[in-house]
């Protein structure tokens, strides 16, 4: 079965999205932990990040640096926190979560924000992150 993230990769469900290449995308978390988080995905689904091939792996978190650089520009912060969970959706990602003080990354206040604010962080967030071809 497909997870939710192979559904937006495919372009079933919409999504915020901040960056793709051939292998990866990235997009807002419709309910952030902070405004800018943003979840990291290979488009290959994998349950488990560390059941990605290493080539998979680094190449996953090179284009995670890419999106945090960009991130960071576009969301005031001190560091953009990184979380590997893995338990809410069976497909490997990564968080990224602008943070201030080591309390922002508290995944139990979730929010909801308007699809206004959404929209400009996304666009705030995307001109801000170089793919290379």
Do not use: W
């Not at 952030?32 to 290493?54: C, M, N, Q, W």
């Not at 990564?94 to 308007?114: A, N, R, V």
């Amino acid at each position: 079965m497909s997870s939710i993230f192979s559904k937006i990769i495919a372009g079933e469900i919409p999504c915020y999205k901040v960056a793709e290449d051939d292998h990866h995308i990235a997009f807002l978390d419709i309910n952030p932990v902070a405004p800018g988080h943003t979840l990291v995905v290979p488009k290959r689904e994998e349950s488990y990040i560390f059941d990605l091939t290493d080539e998979e792996f680094l190449a996953l978190e090179l284009f995670a640096k890419r999106v945090a650089e960009g991130l960071r520009q576009a969301v005031p912060c001190k560091r953009i926190g990184v979380a590997v969970i893995g338990l809410e959706v069976p497909h490997a990602h990564i968080h990224l979560i602008p943070i201030s003080k080591e309390g922002d990354m508290d995944f139990k206040h979730k929010q909801t924000l308007p699809a206004e604010e959404m929209e400009a962080l996304q666009k705030a967030i995307a001109e801000r992150i170089t793919i290379p071809s």
